[in-house]
């Protein structure tokens, strides 16, 4: 969650940059064989289940790997374009669901990230219930897998997610983990930026 003076989750001056060992072929979802391996190579513990190297995707426009979405061509080509998700009033204490257009909200936060604007922040947003302003967040589940990656980045509320979530995040994509918590935020941002279109990873590396 956000801190209380709402900081930018950007360092002025500085722009996204991808890591430089990070390719955007290890963001794809590895295959069959590959992910039999990585199952397979795990050490077994008789009263836990087995690990699985794929998930029954949470969400329509989630992907089957974890904390994976899936393409823009994959959610053009099955015709997803509201991204839809739930967030809590803190003030009415009530919880509701909040709905985007893909298309047009995905080019609003890509321009944000390109340009390294500084105006990328956690967005407070208003209840539509009570009708108080700024007062509404993300319910953001307690199971990592579950995380509606999709919708906070649409909605621009990455921030929200505690350290824990931002690490897994960043396991499942190969990326450093090590980081203070607004790193791993860009990261996030960043490798979902690729995930739906690869050709973005040549943007942060020019």
């Given at each position: 969650?956000?801190?209380?003076?709402?900081?930018?989750?950007?360092?002025?001056?500085s722009?996204?940059?991808?890591?430089?060992?990070?390719s955007?072929?290890?963001?794809?979802?590895p295959?069959?064989a590959?992910?039999?391996?990585?199952?397979a190579?795990?050490?077994?513990?008789?009263?836990?289940?087995?690990?699985?190297?794929?998930?029954?995707?949470?969400?329509p426009?989630?992907?089957?790997?974890?904390?994976?979405?899936?393409?823009?061509?994959?959610?053009?080509?099955?015709?997803i374009?509201?991204?839809s998700?739930?967030?809590?009033c803190?003030?009415?204490?009530?919880?509701?669901?909040?709905?985007?257009?893909?298309?047009?909200?995905?080019?609003?936060?890509?321009?944000?990230?390109?340009?390294g604007?500084?105006?990328?922040?956690?967005?407070?947003?208003?209840?539509?219930?009570?009708?108080?302003?700024?007062?509404v967040?993300p319910?953001?589940?307690?199971?990592?897998?579950?995380?509606?990656?999709?919708f906070?980045?649409?909605?621009?509320?990455?921030?929200?997610?505690?350290?824990?979530?931002?690490?897994?995040?960043?396991?499942?994509?190969?990326?450093?983990?090590?980081e203070?918590?607004?790193?791993?935020?860009k990261?996030?941002?960043?490798?979902?930026?690729c995930?739906?279109?690869?050709?973005?990873?040549?943007?942060?590396?020019?």
């Amino acid at each position: 969650m956000p801190s209380s003076s709402r900081q930018s989750h950007r360092d002025n001056g500085s722009t996204l940059k991808w890591p430089a060992q990070i390719s955007p072929a290890e963001l794809a979802p590895p295959s069959e064989a590959q992910a039999h391996r990585f199952g397979a190579g795990r050490a077994r513990n008789d009263n836990k289940p087995a690990w699985e190297p794929t998930i029954q995707p949470p969400y329509p426009w989630a992907s089957n790997m974890r904390a994976k979405v899936l393409s823009l061509e994959e959610l053009i080509s099955k015709n997803i374009i509201v991204i839809s998700g739930d967030v809590h009033c803190m003030e009415c204490k009530k919880q509701f669901q909040i709905e985007y257009d893909f298309p047009s909200k995905f080019y609003d936060v890509v321009s944000f990230l390109v340009n390294g604007n500084d105006n990328m922040h956690d967005v407070i947003k208003d209840c539509k219930l009570c009708g108080r302003r700024k007062c509404v967040q993300p319910v953001i589940s307690g199971k990592k897998r579950e995380t509606n990656w999709l919708f906070l980045f649409l909605g621009q509320m990455i921030g929200y997610c505690n350290l824990a979530h931002l690490k897994y995040f960043c396991k499942h994509n190969n990326l450093p983990t090590s980081e203070a918590k607004d790193p791993l935020v860009k990261l996030a941002y960043t490798a979902l930026h690729c995930q739906l279109d690869q050709k973005a990873y040549d943007l942060y590396n020019q």
